[in-house]
Structures are given as C-alpha cells and as structure tokens.
C-alpha cells in the first residue's frame, strides 16, 4: 500500500493568523475565544479567526495581473479568501511545492470544501433582496399606481387570496402584514404588467450578426439604455431581480476549491468534499484513496468555514449544543455546550515515495487510513454503534490493535454527547490511552475544526509531546471521570508511544475516526 505524506499545510484560526501563530498559541492552555459582536449585547463566546487578506496580496500580485487581487478582495466572502491563504501558507512549508503541482498536471487534485458554505454573503444578499422587494411590491401596490386597487376600494369586497387589511391587525404584525398586503396587490396591478411588457420587448433584443464577440457587447450596452429610460419613464425603484449580484455565484460551496485550483495553476480533479463536522476526515479519506489508486500523485486538501454569525450561532443555539452564559465551556466537564469557530485549514498531501525521492519533506505525522460510517439514527444525537464501527474500521485497515493506540483526540462538544463519546472509545480502547478534547481551545469549526484538531496532533507529536487544553483536572466532569481516567489537562504531555487516533462524529450522524503515526 502506497505511503502518503503531508507536504505543506496551512491554517487560520482564531488567535492564528498562520500556522507558526497556531502551533505557538497550542503551547498554552488558554482559551483562544472572545465575545460575538452579533445580536447587539449577548452572552455568546465564539472563535473568530484572526485574518488579514491583504497580507498575501504580494504573492498574489507576483503570480497574476495587477487586477486580481482587486478582483478577489471584493467578489470573495471570507471561506475562500481563507481557504487561498491557508493554500499559499501550506506552498511555504516546503520549497518547490508549488511548480511540482503544476508540474503533476491531473494527477495533482483539489479536495476543499466548507461545512457551512458562505452564510455571512448569503444572508447580505438576502437581506438586501428583501428590501427591494419590499420597495418594488410597496411602490406598485400603491393607489396612484395601481387602478385595480382603486377599483376594489370603492366596493370593499372580498377578494380570492387577499390577505387581511394592515390597518386591522395586530401591531406586533405589522410588517408582515404590509408585506402581504403590497405583494398581494402589486400582482394585481395592470401598471406593473404593462411595466413588464416593456421589459419583456427589451430583453428580447439578441445578438443577430456580424462578429458575435462585438455584437455581444452592443446588445448589452443598449439593453441597459433601454431599461434606465424604462426606470426614468416610471420613476421605479430597482427592480428586486437587480438587487441580487452575481456574487452569490461566486460563493458556492465548491468556490474554494476551485479559486485554489486558480491560484495555484492545478489543473486536476477539483470539488467540495462536505460532511459537517467530519468534513476534514472525509476529505482526508478521499485524498489518502486517490493517491493510493494512484489517481493522483498529490491533493490539496482541506476545509473553511466563515467567521461566526447571528446564522449559526443562533441555529446552534436552537439546535441546544451552544452555550450562553458568557464563560468558557470545556468538554468534559459541565457540558453546557459548545462554541461556534470560523477559519480554515490546507493541507498539502502526496505519495511518499515520490516526494521524498524529489528532496521533499513530511510533516507531521503519517495518515495511515481513515473509518467512515452514517449512524442512519438521527440528526443530531451520535449512536454509540456508528462511531463505533468507524473506530474499527479505521482500526483493521491500519493494521493496528487497540493496544497500540497511544492517544485519542475526541470529538467532544461540551455536550451531553461527550458521556456517550467515551464510553465508546472505552468499550474499544483500553485505559492506557491518553485522551485530549480541544473545542474549549478554539471552538467548534464546522469543517475546519476537524482539520484543527488533527493538525494540533500532528504538531505535538513532531515535538514529542501533546499540547495542553484549558481542561483542568478539578473540572473534569466526575461521571466522565468514571469511564476514563487519563486525560492531557492544563500541561503538555510526553507524546505516547503507538499511533494516535481522532473521531469526528457530524450533524446527520456522519462519523470519520483517522488513525495516524509518529514517522519512522
């Protein structure tokens, strides 16, 4: 079975403009959160990322024309712009990394996806959208110029799917009754229909003949004309269709990948992994099992996640896994949940043999395989089967016996999960293991965090130990402390001997447990 090596990685986190600040902030076990600026006044903790795009515009300047960087800046929401820095971090780590990747042609892939996609964007886009619809329906629904409201006041009856009168609801209803009421009626309105014939004979107009690029252009030119005599003529607001910009196409979940694929001139396989919390496992999976098909000679693999948002820390709120009470919530302990984190994290993997025969260096450790299973249960609540399985998946394809696990990172989400959570890895594992649980560190990243936590790993065992956590060993929960006795609290530990192992268990019941090993 061909060998695989992490060549290059990058990260941004919070606290952790780069790699070097990750791995120095993950010699502390301090906490690495800081209040939500969301919702006004709150008692949110998250992990936003500590970036600065502007900081890899020289490298992006000496590889492009002038105006791309520009271009990035202002059509790219925060995952991407992320995921390229991690990129061009991960490029660092080893010289040459990058003409060898170009080099590959499509035997080099790009594997990097986000667990959440650009909600900050999307929400912008939306909100921007409802506005203009409201102006747009509140404009025609007007009496001036709407005759079939004019007509229907001068008799007052009921009409077929009329909504209720504003002036008669309750106050706290206001505004969605005023929107029903002006959406109801702009559709009503014989002004409006013949606004869109008029509009409808505009954007009819097509390229007929002549040099089609040229003709294109002209087409658009006139068609733009046209339509501003047509907004002067009735004095309109932007129709609703123009407040949407192109920009939410720009920001698909399959973005990053592609924008890496871009920046770094990869011409292979490129696409968006995505499995929630185990996005990075997955991934990971996907890139170890290409390379050893020898589909691919390398992957760029990894996940990126936004800064938090009112989106998803009032969804995880709702969905009862985040805490509110101001203050730190480490797993293991209270279990008063978690805290959502944005960031991203690249790694650059390929096949060891032919890396290192072209003076390449591994980092890290070594992937040996990865388990993956669905709980097929429930949405968010973990099995104690799926989990479980995955462990021994991961286990039997490594070749390794639970005797020769040194240590655990645990997916651990200061919930009541993290009970479950190590009673399954102690039905397997035996009490010799040494168990870390880092979500009080940095938060929970839907896609990204997974990456977080092996990268941490990774990092501690090339210096032979295992960073700290926040955990102390007084909080450490007590009826966790019955299944499990062995855990890294608030100093760092001497690296075990043996493999080390990683579970992600995400929303969908979707699990990957990575098996990993000190390089020989």
Same mark, same amino acid.
């Given at each position: 079975?061909?060998? $695989?090596?992490?060549?290059?990685?990058?990260?941004?986190?919070?606290?952790?403009?780069?790699?070097?600040?990750?791995?120095?902030?993950?010699?502390?076990?301090?906490? /690495?959160?800081?209040?939500? #600026?969301?919702?006004?006044?709150?008692?949110?903790?998250?992990?936003?990322?500590?970036?600065?795009?502007?900081?890899?515009?020289? /490298?992006?300047?000496?590889?492009?024309?002038?105006?791309?960087?520009?271009?990035?800046?202002?059509?790219?929401?925060?995952?991407?712009?992320?995921?390229?820095?991690?990129?061009?971090?991960?490029?660092?780590?080893?010289?040459?990394?990058?003409?060898?990747?170009?080099?590959?042609?499509?035997?080099?892939?790009?594997?990097?996806?986000?667990?959440?996609?650009?909600? =900050?964007?999307?929400?912008?886009?939306?909100?921007?959208?409802?506005?203009?619809?409201?102006?747009?329906?509140?404009?025609?629904?007007?009496?001036?110029?709407?005759?079939?409201?004019?007509?229907? #006041?001068?008799?007052?009856?009921?009409?077929?799917?009329?909504?209720?009168?504003?002036?008669?609801?309750?106050?706290?209803?206001?505004?969605?009754?005023?929107?029903?009421?002006?959406?109801?009626?702009?559709? #009503?309105?014989?002004?409006?229909?013949?606004?869109?014939?008029?509009?409808?004979?505009?954007?009819?107009?097509?390229?007929?003949?002549?040099?089609?690029?040229?003709?294109?252009?002209?087409?658009?030119?006139?068609?733009?004309?046209?339509?501003?005599?047509?907004?002067?003529?009735?004095?309109?607001?932007?129709?609703?269709?123009?407040?949407?910009?192109?920009?939410?196409? /720009?920001?698909?979940?399959?973005?990053?990948?592609?924008?890496?694929?871009?920046?770094?001139?990869?011409?292979?396989?490129?696409?968006?992994?995505?499995?929630?919390?185990?996005?990075?496992?997955?991934?990971?999976?996907?890139?170890?099992?290409?390379?050893?098909?020898?589909?691919?000679?390398?992957?760029?693999?990894?996940?990126?996640?936004?800064?938090?948002?009112?989106?998803?820390?009032?969804?995880?709120?709702?969905?009862?896994?985040?805490?509110?009470?101001?203050?730190?919530?480490?797993?293991?302990?209270?279990?008063?949940?978690?805290?959502?984190?944005?960031?991203?994290? $690249?790694?650059?993997?390929?096949?060891?043999?032919?890396?290192?025969?072209?003076?390449?260096?591994?980092?890290?450790?070594?992937?040996?395989?990865?388990? $993956?299973?669905?709980?097929?249960?429930?949405?968010?609540?973990?099995?104690?089967?799926?989990?479980?399985?995955?462990?021994?998946?991961?286990?039997?394809?490594?070749?390794?016996?639970?005797?020769? $696990?040194?240590?655990?990172?645990?997916?651990?989400?200061?919930? =009541?999960?993290?009970?479950?959570?190590?009673?399954?890895?102690?039905?397997?594992? =035996?009490?010799?293991?040494?168990?870390?649980?880092?979500?009080?560190?940095?938060?929970?990243?839907?896609?990204?965090?997974?990456?977080?936590?092996?990268?941490?790993?990774?990092?501690?065992?090339?210096?032979?130990?295992?960073?700290?956590?926040?955990?102390?060993?007084?909080?450490?929960?007590?009826?966790?402390?019955?299944?499990?006795?062995?855990?890294?609290?608030?100093?760092?530990?001497?690296?075990?001997?043996?493999?080390?192992?990683?579970?992600?268990?995400?929303?969908?019941?979707?699990?990957?447990?990575?098996?990993?090993?000190? /390089?020989?």
């Amino acid at each position: 079975m061909r060998r $695989v090596g992490i060549f290059g990685w990058g990260v941004v986190a919070p606290r952790s403009r780069n790699i070097e600040a990750f791995e120095k902030n993950l010699a502390s076990a301090e906490s /690495w959160l800081s209040a939500f #600026q969301g919702f006004g006044p709150n008692n949110f903790l998250v992990g936003n990322p500590e970036f600065d795009f502007s900081e890899y515009k020289p /490298w992006i300047d000496a590889r492009f024309p002038a105006t791309r960087f520009a271009q990035l800046e202002k059509k790219m929401g925060m995952p991407t712009k992320m995921a390229i820095g991690s990129f061009i971090q991960a490029l660092g780590q080893n010289p040459g990394l990058e003409q060898e990747l170009q080099g590959l042609g499509p035997r080099a892939h790009v594997y990097v996806g986000t667990g959440l996609g650009d909600l =900050p964007t999307i929400h912008d886009i939306t909100l921007g959208l409802h506005r203009a619809q409201r102006r747009w329906d509140r404009f025609w629904a007007a009496p001036e110029r709407n005759s079939a409201l004019r007509r229907w #006041q001068e008799t007052r009856e009921p009409l077929t799917g009329m909504p209720p009168d504003p002036a008669t609801v309750d106050p706290a209803e206001l505004d969605v009754a005023e929107e029903a009421w002006w959406h109801f009626w702009a559709g #009503q309105s014989p002004e409006l229909r013949e606004y869109l014939a008029e509009q409808k004979e505009i954007e009819g107009l097509g390229v007929e003949g002549g040099n089609v690029e040229s003709a294109k252009l002209a087409v658009i030119k006139e068609k733009r004309t046209r339509n501003q005599r047509l907004q002067k003529k009735w004095n309109a607001p932007e129709p609703p269709w123009n407040a949407v910009p192109a920009d939410i196409l /720009w920001n698909i979940h399959n973005t990053p990948a592609s924008q890496i694929s871009m920046m770094g001139k990869i011409t292979g396989m490129t696409f968006a992994p995505v499995a929630a919390c185990s996005s990075f496992g997955y991934g990971l999976k996907l890139a170890l099992d290409a390379i050893r098909r020898g589909d691919a000679k390398a992957v760029v693999m990894g996940m990126t996640d936004p800064p938090p948002h009112e989106l998803t820390v009032g969804g995880f709120y709702n969905a009862r896994v985040v805490s509110a009470d101001g203050a730190v919530s480490k797993p293991l302990t209270q279990l008063r949940g978690t805290h959502v984190a944005g960031g991203s994290v $690249v790694w650059i993997l390929g096949d060891l043999e032919h890396f290192t025969a072209k003076g390449f260096k591994p980092l890290g450790m070594e992937p040996v395989t990865v388990g $993956v299973t669905a709980d097929a249960d429930h949405i968010i609540t973990p099995s104690k089967e799926g989990p479980t399985v995955a462990i021994h998946e991961a286990l039997q394809s490594a070749g390794v016996t639970p005797a020769e $696990v040194g240590s655990w990172d645990l997916h651990a989400t200061a919930t =009541p999960g993290d009970y479950l959570e190590m009673e399954t890895l102690r039905a397997v594992l =035996p009490e010799t293991v040494l168990v870390t649980a880092r979500k009080g560190t940095f938060g929970h990243g839907m896609g990204a965090g997974g990456g977080w936590e092996l990268t941490a790993q990774y990092l501690g065992y090339a210096r032979g130990q295992v960073f700290p956590t926040p955990l102390t060993e007084a909080e450490l929960n007590k009826e966790i402390g019955r299944v499990h006795g062995r855990y890294v609290f608030d100093k760092a530990v001497a690296a075990p001997q043996g493999c080390a192992g990683k579970l992600s268990m995400g929303v969908g019941g979707i699990n990957a447990c990575v098996i990993s090993r000190p /390089w020989r």
